[in-house]
C-alpha cells in the first residue's frame, strides 16, 4: 500500500519568503507528526496531531512555524518570513494508533528546504 | 524526557554481527526501547522495539539488560545495506520520539 508522501521534495526560496510543505499521511493513521533534520545531525521533532485533540506544539521552534492538519488526514507545514538557518530536510510521519499504543512511525521521503 | 547515550559511529565488517549499544540509564518502568535506523537519504524506518524482555523479528534483535538502564540491538549478519545511522529512543506512550544523533554504522566489504 502506499507509504507516508511529501510534497515538494525539494523547494529553494529566498530569505523572507513564506513556504508550506505538504504531508499525505498513511490512509487510517490518526497520529502524524513533523520533524526536521538539519545537515549531519540528528532528527528534531516539531509538532505532533493526534485525532481530534490539541496538538502538541511544544516543538515548533519560532511563531514564524505553524502546522494544520485538515480532516484528520493532509497536514500542512507552514513556514513564515524564512530564514537560511530554516534549511533542513522536513519529515513526516504518521501511525495508528490504536488499543496497541506503542506503534511504530512511518516516515516519508522527506522535504528538502533550501533558503538563499 | 528520559536520555540515551550511544557511540557516535562504528564499523563492521560485511557478514559479521554488530552489536549496537545504547545506554539509557534514567529510563522510567512505562518506557519503551525502540530502534530506527536511517540510510542514506531516507526517512528513517522502524527496526524493532521492547519493553523487558529481549526481541526478536527479521531484521535484527534486541536484548535489554535485566536493569533496563541499557541495551543492545544486534544485528546478526551485517550486510552494505545495513550502513546507517541508528537511533535508540525511549518511549511512553503514543507522543513523539526525540531522536539523538544516533550511531553511524559503516560497514565494510
Known amino acids: 500500500g502506499a507509504g507516508v508522501s511529501q510534497s515538494p521534495s525539494n523547494k529553494v526560496t529566498e530569505k523572507g519568503k513564506d513556504v508550506e510543505l505538504r504531508c499525505d499521511p498513511i490512509s487510517g493513521h490518526t497520529a502524524l507528526y513533523w520533524y526536521r533534520q538539519s545537515l549531519g545531525q540528528g532528527l528534531e521533532f516539531l509538532i505532533y496531531f493526534q485525532g481530534n485533540s490539541a496538538p502538541d506544539k511544544s516543538g515548533l521552534p519560532s511563531d514564524r512555524f505553524s502546522a494544520e492538519r485538515t480532516g484528520g488526514s493532509v497536514s500542512t507545514l507552514t513556514i513564515q518570513r524564512t530564514q537560511q538557518e530554516d534549511s533542513a530536510v522536513y519529515l513526516c510521519?504518521?501511525?495508528?494508533?490504536?488499543?496497541?499504543?506503542?506503534?511504530?512511525?512511518?516516515f516519508g521521503p522527506g522535504t528538502r528546504l533550501t533558503v538563499l | 524526557d528520559a536520555k540515551t547515550t550511544q557511540p557516535n559511529s562504528m564499523e563492521s565488517n560485511e557478514e559479521e554481527p554488530v552489536h549496537l549499544p545504547c545506554n539509557h540509564s534514567?529510563?522510567?518502568?512505562?518506557?519503551?526501547i525502540h530502534w530506527y535506523r536511517q540510510l542514506p537519504s531516507q526517512g528513517p524506518e522502524y527496526v524493532i522495539h521492547?519493553?523487558?524482555s529481549n526481541v526478536n523479528n527479521r531484521m535484527a534483535s534486541l536484548a535489554i539488560a535485566e536493569d533496563r538502564k541499557s541495551s543492545t540491538l544486534i544485528l546478526h549478519r551485517a550486510t552494505l545495506r545495513d550502513a546507517a545511522v541508528y537511533y535508540c529512543i525511549l518511549r511512553d506512550g503514543d507522543n513523539d520520539m526525540r531522536f539523538g544523533a544516533g550511531t553511524r554504522l559503516t560497514v565494510k566489504p
Open positions: 534514567t529510563i522510567s518502568g512505562t518506557d519503551y
Open positions: 510521519a504518521s501511525s495508528l494508533v490504536g488499543a496497541s499504543s506503542y506503534n511504530e512511525q512511518f
Open positions: 521492547g519493553l523487558t
